[in-house]
């Protein structure tokens, strides 16, 4: 059973438009959630966390939102870039001595 | 500082094979975790090892097994290889162990496993 739902495979966006990217999750221990960039041929990089006691974290052009209600998060990029073009994978985790656990990933593509 | 490096990047088995992956954290990284990605499950957890004892280990079958040496590099092996067993196999390294996600992980580009 898939604990952290990313529900859209794939997502195309303008170049200088929103790109939101969703994320569900079912188990409510979790309470740190993460999104990683990955591009071909290489391993996911860190972009933006988030607490449970927070329902938002900004860095630059990424805000990552999460409705702990709705057990629902997104990833906003304001405004979006060619460079952004790759998938989004979703992870989070419990309290303690847990592993993260990650959605399927959104490929994003940010067309010029 | 090297990032993550793993060997090698790309193999080919068949069936009923084995098979070695190697993992080289970041200098000074003493926890070293490893993960699946296919396109149908995303990334899954295999295990983590810290001080060369795994602390953690994913729902994977005893076919997957690890280890880590005193240096921090860490190997896995997947006996008996199965058509399923194809995908990227991906090494993760932090300094210390993970602690609900909050320690960050530096990912190395993966090992690409096809079995034939």
């Known amino acids: 059973d898939q604990q952290v739902k990313q529900n859209s495979p794939s997502l195309s966006v303008q170049e200088g438009r929103i790109s939101i990217l969703n994320c569900d999750y079912t188990?409510?221990?979790?309470?740190?959630f993460l999104w990683y960039k990955k591009y071909p041929a290489e391993g996911p990089t860190f972009l933006i966390s988030?607490?449970?006691?927070?329902d938002k974290n900004e860095d630059g052009r990424f805000t990552v939102f999460l409705n702990k209600s709705a057990k629902h998060l997104s990833l906003h990029i304001v405004p979006s870039q060619p460079g952004d073009s790759a998938v989004y994978f979703c992870?989070?985790?419990?309290?303690?001595?847990?592993?993260?656990?990650f959605g399927k990933g959104t490929r994003l593509s940010v067309i010029a | 500082k090297a990032g993550v490096t793993q060997t090698p990047r790309y193999l080919i088995k068949t069936r009923g094979q084995q098979v070695t992956l190697s993992c080289s954290p970041i200098?000074?990284?003493?926890?070293v975790s490893w993960y699946q990605q296919t396109p149908g499950q995303g990334l899954q957890f295999l295990f983590e090892y810290f001080s060369e004892t795994q602390r953690n280990k994913g729902n994977f079958p005893g076919r997957f097994s690890g280890r880590q040496f005193s240096n921090s590099r860490s190997e896995m092996n997947v006996s008996t290889l199965e058509l399923g067993d194809s995908a990227l196999y991906l090494c993760a390294s932090s300094l210390v162990p993970l602690a609900g996600g909050i320690n960050e992980q530096f990912f190395g580009p993966g090992t690409r496993l096809t079995v034939l």
């Open positions: 200098s000074g990284h003493r926890s």
């Open positions: 988030i607490s449970s006691i927070k």
């Open positions: 188990n409510s221990m979790f309470d740190y």
């Open positions: 992870a989070a985790s419990a309290p303690g001595n847990t592993p993260l656990v």
